[in-house]
Nanobody
Framework: QVQLAESGGGLVQAGGSLRLSCAASGRTFSGYAVGWFRQAPGKERDFVAAITYSGRSTSYADSVKGRFTISRDNAKNSVYLQMNSLKPEDTAVYFC????????????????WGQGTQVTVSS
């Protein structure tokens, strides 16, 4: 079992930055891909970014390309999401997930999930 805990969310003005962290405990997750997803009120959960177990390959939703960067430090059992140039439409609860997905942007392919961290971007 892998337990995931997100942190780093908060309230920021448009154009600002936040860095989310996803810390794993229990079984090491160095063998798993990790994805970030987000869910805004009244909307479905959407893919944001993902990184392979090695960190050599990443994937991003079109809406965040060029603004968000995903990275990982397997020695620290952590994955990060650096979010720059934030927009009000980025407001959502952000979740990290770990697993061995057949498709990195499909939430149902991930086995382990954190509780989420709220990101609010004011205009």
């Amino acid at each position: 079992q892998v337990q995931l805990a997100e942190s780093g969310g908060g309230l920021v003005q448009a154009g600002g930055s936040l860095r989310l962290s996803c810390a794993a405990s229990g079984r090491t997750f160095s063998g798993y891909a990790v994805g970030w997803f987000r869910q805004a009120p009244g909307k479905e959960r959407d893919f944001v970014a993902a990184i392979t177990y090695s960190g050599r390959s990443t994937s991003y939703a079109d809406s965040v390309k060029g603004r968000f960067t995903i990275s990982r430090d397997n020695a620290k059992n952590s994955v990060y999401l650096q979010m720059n140039s934030l927009k009000p439409e980025d407001t959502a609860v952000y979740f990290c997930a770990a697993g061995i997905p057949r498709s990195m942007n499909r939430d149902y392919d991930y086995d382990y999930w954190g509780q989420g961290t709220q990101v609010t971007v004011s205009s």
